[in-house]
């Protein structure tokens, strides 16, 4: 029942954000376009669809294949809110598959500076995985963490003429912390008494 109101839920969200009236570019400071790349996210606030990203990671003690997807809004032109989940696949040597879904991932973005002029953008940002909504089998977390980030986008167009080679180069990312809000988990321990 958890999973099928956890579908309703996200088929009326993608149904929703889906009626936007147009598309339309996004990333860009004055000339300076920014793309979004799969290991950062981008500083700007746009409403998107991410499609499924799908990773799959080998190790000694198995395979760990993730299926992500996000959908982001922009409630103004420089506030934004995403909504993602995750779909995990473990597959350790010599035990069972198991499969399932991770927590859900809630976003809020604020643009706050935007430098045509000098290529550069700042935002602040909070994610936040909210605990217990994943299934326990793909080892999600019983509690949420909190991530305050800030994020950052600057080109360097606006170099001197002497500098002039380095004018395409530009550079983005985002600083952040990772709270949460459990100061410890709870973990069972198995004791024998001979006597």
Request: hydrophobic share 45%; net charge negative.
């Amino acid at each position: 029942m958890k999973f099928f109101n956890r579908a309703v839920i996200l088929i009326m969200l993608a149904v929703a954000f889906a009626l936007a009236d147009r598309a339309s570019g996004h990333g860009f400071a004055g000339a300076r376009f920014f793309p979004a790349t799969l290991s950062t996210d981008d500083p700007f606030v746009n409403d998107e669809l991410s499609l499924p990203t799908v990773s799959t990671m080998k190790t000694p003690e198995g395979r760990e294949t993730s299926i992500a997807s996000d959908i982001a809004k922009r409630i103004t032109p420089n506030l934004g809110i995403e909504l993602g989940e995750e779909f995990l696949d473990l597959s350790p040597k010599g035990e069972h598959e198991v499969s399932g879904f991770g927590n859900l991932e809630l976003r809020a973005k604020y643009q706050f500076f935007v430098s045509a002029e000098h290529e550069a953008i700042l935002s602040l940002g909070a994610d936040v995985e909210i605990g217990g909504t994943g299934q326990k089998r793909v080892g999600t977390e019983s509690f949420s963490t909190w991530a305050p980030a800030f994020f950052f986008g600057k080109g360097l167009g606006d170099l001197p003429d002497m500098l002039s080679l380095l004018r395409p180069v530009a550079v983005t990312g985002l600083v952040g912390v990772v709270i949460p809000t459990s100061v410890s988990t709870r973990m069972r321990l198995s004791t024998c008494n001979n006597k």
